[in-house]
């Protein structure tokens, strides 16, 4: 089975992050471990702890699509999901404004 040896560069910036967030709800949502999904998917263990669940690195597309594979979703569904979480943490990370109106003593 190709599981494309070319590995990403570098820690998993925060949309990698929550990508592999989900990729964890989703084992444990399908009983998966990191044993069970190397021998589906032929990614080994210890690149899955690295990438999965230690952030060290980014899981690369080809990856991505065997993990989804093993999992029962799409890729683009998973994608969507950390999107999502990832656009929400940052709306809820910008700074608010106050409400109100002020006068021009600014109280």
Request: with cysteine.
């Given at each position: 089975?190709?599981?494309?040896?070319?590995?990403?560069?570098?820690?998993?910036?925060?949309?990698?992050?929550?990508?592999?967030?989900?990729?964890?709800?989703?084992?444990?949502?399908?009983?998966?471990?990191?044993?069970?999904?190397?021998?589906?998917?032929?990614?080994?263990?210890?690149?899955?702890?690295?990438?999965?669940?230690?952030?060290?690195?980014?899981?690369?597309?080809?990856?991505?699509?065997?993990?989804?594979?093993?999992?029962?979703?799409s890729p683009s569904e998973i994608i969507g999901i950390a999107e999502r979480a990832v656009l929400a943490q940052q709306e809820q990370a910008k700074?608010?404004?106050?409400?109100?109106?002020?006068?021009?003593?600014?109280?």
């Amino acid at each position: 089975m190709e599981t494309g040896n070319r590995k990403a560069a570098g820690l998993a910036n925060a949309f990698s992050s929550r990508l592999n967030e989900e990729i964890r709800v989703w084992m444990t949502r399908r009983g998966e471990n990191l044993r069970t999904l190397e021998a589906v998917t032929g990614i080994s263990r210890s690149r899955l702890s690295r990438t999965v669940n230690r952030d060290e690195a980014p899981i690369n597309t080809n990856e991505l699509d065997l993990i989804c594979k093993a999992l029962g979703i799409s890729p683009s569904e998973i994608i969507g999901i950390a999107e999502r979480a990832v656009l929400a943490q940052q709306e809820q990370a910008k700074p608010q404004r106050p409400s109100g109106r002020y006068n021009s003593a600014g109280e």
